[in-house]
T-cell receptor, first 114, second 112 residues
Framework: EPEVTQTPSHQVTQMGQEVILRCVPI?????FYWYRQILGQKVEFLVS????????KSEIFDDQFSVERPDGSNFTLKIRSTKLEDSAMYFC????????????FGPGTRLLVL | QQQVKQSPQSLIVQKGGISIINCAYENTAFDYFPWYQQFPGKGPALLIAIRPDVSEKKEGRFTISFNKSAKQFSLHIMDSQPGDSATYFC???????????FGTGTRLTVIP
């Protein structure tokens, strides 16, 4: 069964450094998402992406964040200058059609900012 | 602002018992209500979902009950098994929107 994959599984970085989290969505999916989950808290929407542009973003997704689909398979989330409060699990998700179709989540990248 | 409120935070159930997790929402624009199951170290996976035109949906041992007037919905797990031990999230989304609003999660433990 196809699945969303994410790399790395864990990343430790120093405050102020840039990080890039990578995702490979399911191959025929067209809509891509990033969510984050701070330890012990709920999953929060960051951004959705379709047709090579952001279709929706939350207040969390400020100028420090950016997303890109650099080729036909990868979908990346960049945090330009990490802060301590960016420490969280970051999930990538994808689906074939928007409008409330099942979103398939990857296993996540645990980011720790020191 | 908490769009979806979920309770309880944790739940311990005996094997064979019924697990019940409740969610409430405020935004009447929500029209899709999925439940996700998350095992440690894994991403959330869709378990079952409902739209507000029905009051109940059943898939195997899992049932969603939906009360539109009360703006509440709940997940019932019948004949709970130790393999059901996981964190369960309710969620909601609006027509035309891409993002899911998640509840705070319920950690379910089913003891043998």
């Amino acid at each position: 069964e196809p699945e969303v994959t994410q790399t790395p599984s864990h990343q430790v970085t120093q405050m102020g450094q840039e990080v890039i989290l990578r995702c490979v969505p399911i191959s025929n999916h067209l809509y891509f998402y990033w969510y984050r989950q701070i330890l012990g808290q709920k999953v929060e929407f960051l951004v959705s992406f379709y047709n090579n542009e952001i279709s929706e973003k939350s207040e969390i997704f400020d100028d420090q964040f950016s997303v890109e689909r650099p080729d036909g398979s990868n979908f990346t989330l960049k945090i330009r200058s990490t802060k301590l409060e960016d420490s969280a699990m970051y999930f990538c998700a994808s689906n074939f059609r928007v409008r409330q179709e099942t979103q398939y989540f990857g296993p996540g990248t645990r980011l720790l900012v020191l | 602002q908490q769009q979806v409120k979920q309770s309880p935070q944790s739940l311990i159930v005996q094997k064979g018992g019924i697990s019940i997790i409740n969610c409430a929402y405020e935004n009447t624009a929500f029209d899709y209500f999925p439940w996700y199951q998350q095992f440690p170290g894994k991403g959330p996976a869709l378990l079952i979902a409902i739209r507000p035109d029905v009051s109940e949906k059943k898939e195997g041992r899992f049932t969603i009950s939906f009360n539109k007037s009360a703006k509440q919905f709940s997940l019932h797990i019948m004949d709970s098994q130790p393999g059901d031990s996981a964190t369960y999230f309710c969620a909601a989304s609006m027509a035309g929107a891409n993002n899911l609003f998640f509840g705070t999660g319920t950690r379910l433990t089913v003891i043998p």
